[in-house]
C-alpha cells in the first residue's frame, strides 16, 4: 500500500514537472519556427498544460482500466469548477460578472451536452472519439476568428508580442531540446507511475477504478491549476482562475477522451451515467449567474463550492 501511495505522489510530481518542460520547450520551438504566437497559445499551450491529463488517460485505457480515464476527466471537470475556483474565490473575490467569457462559456457547456450524449451511446469507441476531437477543432477556429477580430477591433498588438506562459525569446536551441526531451520522457514515465499505483489501490481497498479517478487521480492531475489559481488570489489577481477552467474543461471533454477513445473503448459505468456526469453538468450550470449575470464569485460562494466538493467527495466512497 506505502508503495502504491509512492508511486501515485511520484507520477504526479512527474507530470507536473515534465508537463511544464513540454509546454516551455513546445512555445519556444513554435516561435522559433516562425508560427504565430495567437495559434500557438491556441494550440501547443492548451495542449501542453493538458498533457498530464492525456497522458494519464490513454495509459489508462492501455492498461484496460478504463474507468480511471473517464474518471479523472469527469471529475478533472468538477474539482475545476468546485475546488480551482472555490478556494481561490475564498482568499479574493473573483469578478467574474466583468469578464466577458459568455462565449467561451456557453462553448464548455456545449461540450458538456456533447461529451453526455456521447456517453449515453457509449461505450466510448474511435467514432465517438472523432466526433469529440471535430468538436475541439470548431472550438479552436471558432477561438482564432474570435481573437483576431478582438485584436482588429482593438487594434492590439501584432502576435509576436502576445504574452505566453514560457516564452523566452533568448534560450538556446539546446535549452528548448532539453525541455521536449524531459517532457516526452517525463510525461508517460509519471502517467506509468500514477496509474499503476492508482489500480492497485482500488484493488486493495475494492473501490471502483472509477470512483478512484474521479477523486485521487481527478484531484491530483488538477492540482497545477489549483495552485495557479491560489497563487493568483494572493496576488489578487484570481479572475485568471475563470479562464483557465473554462479553457481546461472543454479540452478535458472533447480533447482528452477524445484521443483516449480512438485508442481504445471506454465502458461508461451505470454509476457515472445516472450521477456524476449530472453533478459535473449541474456544476457547470451554477457557473451562469457568476458568468452571464452580475454575481461576483465571493469568498460565502467559494466557502459553498468547496463544501459542495467535500460532500460529494465522501459520497462516492462511502
Known amino acids: 500500500m506505502l508503495t502504491d501511495l509512492i508511486y501515485v505522489a511520484v507520477g504526479l510530481v512527474l507530470l507536473v514537472l515534465a508537463g511544464d518542460a513540454l509546454v ?5 520551438l513554435s516561435l522559433r519556427l516562425g508560427i504565430p504566437a495567437l495559434v500557438v497559445g491556441l494550440t501547443v ?28 476527466v469527469v471529475g478533472s471537470n468538477i ?10 474565490a475564498i482568499i479574493s473575490t473573483i469578478h467574474s460578472s466583468t469578464l466577458g467569457l459568455t462565449r467561451g462559456y456557453l462553448t464548455m457547456i456545449a461540450s458538456t451536452l456533447l461529451f453526455i450524449a456521447v456517453a449515453f451511446v457509449g461505450p466510448i469507441t474511435w467514432w465517438h472519439g472523432l466526433i469529440l476531437l471535430v468538436g475541439l477543432c470548431f472550438m479552436l477556429f471558432d477561438n482564432y476568428r474570435a481573437a483576431q477580430a478582438h485584436r482588429r477591433a482593438a487594434k492590439g ?36 507511475l500514477l496509474v499503476s499505483g492508482a489500480a492497485d489501490i482500488a484493488r486493495v481497498y475494492g473501490i471502483s477504478e472509477t470512483v478512484i479517478g474521479l477523486t485521487l487521480v481527478a484531484v491530483g492531475t488538477s ?6 489559481s491560489v497563487i493568483a488570489a494572493f496576488k489578487k489577481q484570481a479572475d485568471v482562475a475563470m479562464g483557465n477552467v473554462i479553457g481546461s474543461n472543454v479540452f478535458n471533454l472533447l480533447g482528452i477522451i477524445g484521443v483516449a477513445g ?23 450550470l451554477v457557473l451562469i449567474p457568476f458568468i452571464m449575470g452580475r454575481f461576483d464569485i465571493t469568498r460565502i460562494v467559494g466557502f459553498a463550492f ?10 462516492l466512497v462511502i
Open 24 to 28: 516551455r520547450g513546445a512555445v519556444n
Open 45 to 72: 499551450v492548451a495542449f501542453g498544460t493538458s498533457a498530464p491529463e492525456l497522458l494519464v488517460s490513454v495509459k489508462a485505457v492501455l492498461d484496460g482500466v478504463s474507468g480511471i480515464a473517464l474518471g479523472n
Open 79 to 88: 474539482a475545476n469548477v468546485l475546488l480551482v475556483l472555490g478556494i481561490p
Open 157 to 192: 498588438a501584432p502576435a509576436e508580442e502576445e504574452e505566453l506562459e514560457g516564452a523566452d525569446p533568448s534560450m538556446p536551441w539546446w535549452k528548448i531540446a532539453a525541455f521536449l526531451v524531459a517532457g516526452l520522457i517525463g510525461l508517460p514515465l509519471g502517467a506509468e
Open 223 to 228: 492540482l497545477p491549476e489549483l495552485a495557479t
Open 262 to 284: 480512438i485508442v481504445g473503448p471506454i465502458e461508461v459505468p451505470a454509476s457515472m451515467l445516472r450521477e456524476d456526469l449530472w453533478v459535473m453538468l449541474a456544476s457547470s
Open 306 to 315: 468547496v463544501a459542495t466538493y467535500i460532500a460529494y467527495t465522501i459520497s
